[in-house]
Nanobody
């Protein structure tokens, strides 16, 4: 069983930056692909970005390319989402997720084993 706890959300102005963290419990963190999803009001949850267990592979939504970066520290059981040049359309609840599969599979929103409770990110324009 893995528990995921996100932190770091908040209110930021357009063009600003924010870093989210997701702390995981359990001793098998490095065996999971970790990712971030988001859900805006009235919209379906969508994939944002994912990183493989070793950190060597990432997959991302085109809309966040060159603005969002994912990283992980397996010694700390933590995955990070660095968000830069934020836009109003990035406003959403951001969820951390863990999958035993690949980043590409996670991007298709299948094979998700665990979800965090979500953290709100609001970008004011």
């Amino acid at each position: 069983q893995v528990q995921l706890v996100e932190s770091g959300g908040g209110l930021v102005q357009a063009g600003g930056s924010l870093r989210l963290s997701c702390a995981a419990s359990g001793r098998t963190f490095s065996s999971y692909t970790m990712g971030w999803f988001r859900q805006a009001p009235g919209k379906e949850r969508e994939f944002v970005i994912a990183i493989s267990g070793s950190g060597g592979t990432t997959t991302y939504l085109n809309a966040v390319k060159d603005r969002f970066t994912i990283s992980r520290d397996n010694a700390k059981n933590t995955v990070y989402l660095q968000m830069r040049s934020l836009k109003a359309e990035d406003t959403a609840v951001y969820y951390c997720a863990a999958s035993p599969s690949t980043t590409q599979t996670m991007a298709s929103m299948t094979s998700i084993s665990y979800w965090g409770q979500g953290t709100q990110v609001t970008v004011s324009s």
